[in-house]
């Protein structure tokens, strides 16, 4: 279990080890029992050990660790302000922590506040829907590593998922029911979502699929990596870095100069439903956002009438 935190014993910071064996057996508790989710784990253990780091340094122990120490913590970070809001809520929860098993008396991040961030706009890169469709056009569709590219963004496309979730999904995850071909992703916390497939993805799953020859392994994973360039597929699932490396080599392929990622495929589909008449309600359920001020973030329906009404100036 350690080991999936990159953290050892042998590596626990040293404001942790010389405060006693108790402080850090609840210190690894903390991302162990604490902390399901793998990324948080791992970005939860990299801000705090960032902060003991900057404590040591200062000569500062555990023990006298004030709410000023965090706030000069918070006032020098050199990184974005969710990057900063992110570590100080990672000080906050261990803090909090330490505090529960007795281990400090009072959490020191507690009355300390971040940087203000607000967005109202989502920063990821955009395409078109023509660009989505020369993407798609421009792939190789005459080996099964192209129908895999395809069918995958069209996943992220059609369903709004998030790549995490459809480099998780296995053949038993694109579905039958009645008439209709369902997704079932699994999201964030360890919830399934269920989205109807499109008739174009139905066609590129189920081409993808048969040359795949994979139909009847119905436990295995939908999007696999290959072996070298053999362009034969593995029985492991991709990650999303695999997917992020293809999507850009694709994109370059198909002359597209936007740097786009993973993510692009998500807002590229909810702006082209809002854009068709959709409502911001339902693509909301559709993205399994909680809020659909997240939802709002992908939606970049106003930025044509932005440019439009621009143009209107002539000098």
Known sequence: MI??????????????VESGEKTSHRFLEFFTVNIRNLNTRKAYVRAVACFLSWCEDRGIRLENIEPITVAAYIEQHPASPPTVKQHLTAIRMLFDWLVVGQVVPNNPATSVRGP?????????????????????????????????????????????ARVGAVVGMKVEDYYQAGKRWWLRLHEKGGRYHEVPAHHKLEDFLDTYIRAANIGD????????TTVGKTRKLTENSMYPVDVFRMIRRRAMKAGILTPIGCHTFRAVGITNYLDNGGTIENAQVIAAHRS??????????????????????VI
């Not at 080991?3 to 942790?16: C, D, G, S, V, W």
């Not at 706009?121 to 660009?131: A, M, N, V, Y």
């Open 3 to 16: 080991n999936l935190l990159t953290l050892e014993r042998n590596k626990i910071p040293a404001l942790i």
């Open 292 to 313: 659909p001020r997240t939802t709002k973030l992908y939606d970049r329906t106003g930025d044509q009438i932005t440019l439009d009404e621009v143009e209107r100036i």
């Open 116 to 160: 203000k961030y607000v967005v109202e706009r989502g920063k990821t890169p955009i395409l078109s829907k023509e660009e989505t469709r020369t993407l798609l056009n421009s792939i190789d569709i005459s080996t099964v590593i192209g129908l895999r590219d395809r069918a995958l963004i069209g996943v992220m496309v059609y369903s709004f």
């Open 217 to 224: 392994d119905k436990k295995s994973q939908l999007f696999r």
